[in-house]
């Protein structure tokens, strides 16, 4: 009886160890079936990341409001004095330091929708330095964003951002930021 007994409990054991040896071999069987297809996944979001240069158009999709529209960055340029209605010691609020500026990025906005919509209401822009978002902005140069934009109409005017450093190597405009259907356009120094 104790020899039945222990055979019953080796057969036990036996059966135990092949059982976890063999979902250990399909849990590997699907970690690597599964690490495949997020590899492609991964490659596939890399590919949808849209990149464009000053001069190119964008054609963008609201991530949030489901909506087309078209973005040009038609130049970009830092600057220290007045110009185009915009002075940096006024929104600076006293003299630059040497190496500050007033990054301005002039864009044009074109609703290729079929319903309006409000531009600053549905649409942002995020400026990158070197990769880390800026969050001074000012709104005031670019008021034509606040009115309703038909479809097939278009605007143009001045974005602009402080604290820009002459040393900083890039920048980089962003809409649709952190969305899958974020758009970047690469804005070289312009004193570099």
Do not use: H, W
């Not at 002039?106 to 800026?134: C, Y």
């Not at 278009?154 to 259907?181: H, P, R, W």
């Amino acid at each position: 009886m104790k020899k039945i007994l222990i055979s019953f409990l080796f057969l036990g054991f036996l059966f135990l160890i092949a059982g976890c040896s063999d979902s250990s071999d399909n849990e590997n069987e699907s970690k690597d079936t599964k690490e495949t297809p997020n590899e492609d996944v991964g490659k596939v979001e890399n590919k949808e990341k849209k990149i464009y240069q000053i001069g190119e158009t964008a054609e963008i999709k609201s991530g949030l409001y489901d909506f087309p529209y078209e973005v040009t960055v038609n130049s970009f340029e830092l600057i220290k004095e007045e110009k185009n209605g915009i002075n940096p010691t006024e929104l600076y609020g006293g003299e630059l330091e040497p190496e500050e500026s007033i990054a301005v990025a002039n864009v044009t906005i074109k609703n290729t929708s079929d319903k309006s919509f409000i531009p600053s209401e549905k649409i942002s822009a995020q400026f990158l330095i070197e990769g880390k978002a800026s969050q001074n902005s000012f709104d005031q140069f670019f008021t034509e964003r606040n009115k309703e934009l038909a479809p097939g109409q278009e605007i143009t005017g001045d974005l602009a951002y402080f604290n820009m450093y002459e040393s900083n190597k890039d920048f980089q405009l962003v809409y649709e930021f952190k969305d899958s259907q974020e758009t970047r356009f690469i804005l070289p120094n312009p004193n570099k």
